[in-house]
């Protein structure tokens, strides 16, 4: 199979993926925990904890559930993308044949799913974290009408999801490629 059939089959089940979820077209991180703990049978909660660097996010399962740690200073933003990322690879890990490789779930299959989940995520105000000055203010409304496009594109405005399937410019952190870990 060649590499756009393979990306467009591991995309098409990751669009599939988050239909079975039933999320609404906007939610917040505890409404994607409520539906992803419902899909798999288990409570999914979120633990923002200093990692000091050693991941950006891990999962660990215990006898009464998942819990996602997620490094706790960061901005809200990165911390969702963490923690999409963290619950993408979950998804994988739980029940995706096809779109795994050898050894877990496929980098990039991670990334989509992350990065459809993300796109459900809508902030509240109080994650938008404090107002860019100075030059970054500069290049954040520079930058505003590209991300605004990029999130509210022609995928979302055809209903077939949006978002972006690859990295935000997040570190990775120990424990695998891809800037996450599983326990």
Same mark, same amino acid.
């Given at each position: 199979?060649?590499?756009?059939? #393979?990306?467009?089959? $591991?995309? @098409?089940?990751?669009?599939?993926?988050?239909? &079975?979820?039933?999320? !609404?077209?906007? +939610? %917040?991180?505890?409404?994607?925990?409520?539906?992803?703990?419902?899909?798999?049978?288990?409570?999914?909660?979120?633990?923002?904890?200093?990692?000091?660097?050693?991941?950006?996010?891990?999962?660990?399962?215990?006898?009464?559930?998942?819990?996602?740690?997620?490094?706790?200073?960061?901005?809200?933003?990165? #911390?969702?993308?963490? $923690?999409? @990322?963290?619950?993408?690879?979950?998804?994988? &890990?739980?029940?995706? !044949?096809?779109? +795994? %490789?050898?050894?877990?779930?496929?980098?990039?299959?991670?990334?989509?799913?992350?990065?459809?989940?993300?796109?459900?995520?809508?902030?509240?105000?109080?994650?938008?974290?404090?107002?860019?000055?100075?030059?970054?203010?500069?290049?954040?409304?520079?930058?505003?009408?590209?991300?605004?496009?990029?999130?509210?594109?022609?995928?979302?405005?055809?209903?077939?999801?949006?978002?972006?399937?690859?990295?935000?410019?997040?570190?990775?952190?120990?424990?695998?490629?891809?800037?996450?870990?599983?326990?």
């Amino acid at each position: 199979m060649c590499a756009g059939a #393979r990306a467009r089959r $591991v995309r @098409h089940r990751c669009e599939q993926m988050v239909g &079975e979820l039933g999320l !609404p077209d906007r +939610t %917040d991180l505890t409404g994607v925990c409520g539906a992803v703990a419902a899909y798999l049978g288990c409570s999914v909660r979120i633990m923002p904890m200093r990692l000091d660097g050693a991941a950006s996010g891990m999962t660990a399962r215990t006898d009464d559930g998942y819990w996602i740690f997620c490094e706790l200073r960061t901005s809200a933003w990165h #911390r969702t993308h963490i $923690v999409t @990322h963290e619950i993408g690879r979950l998804l994988l &890990e739980h029940a995706a !044949p096809g779109v +795994t %490789d050898r050894d877990g779930p496929a980098p990039r299959a991670v990334e989509v799913l992350g990065g459809l989940l993300m796109a459900r995520v809508a902030p509240s105000p109080v994650d938008r974290g404090p107002e860019p000055t100075g030059p970054a203010a500069e290049l954040a409304a520079a930058l505003a009408p590209a991300l605004r496009h990029r999130r509210d594109g022609p995928l979302r405005a055809a209903g077939r999801g949006g978002g972006n399937g690859g990295k935000d410019g997040a570190a990775c952190g120990a424990g695998d490629s891809d800037g996450g870990s599983s326990v």
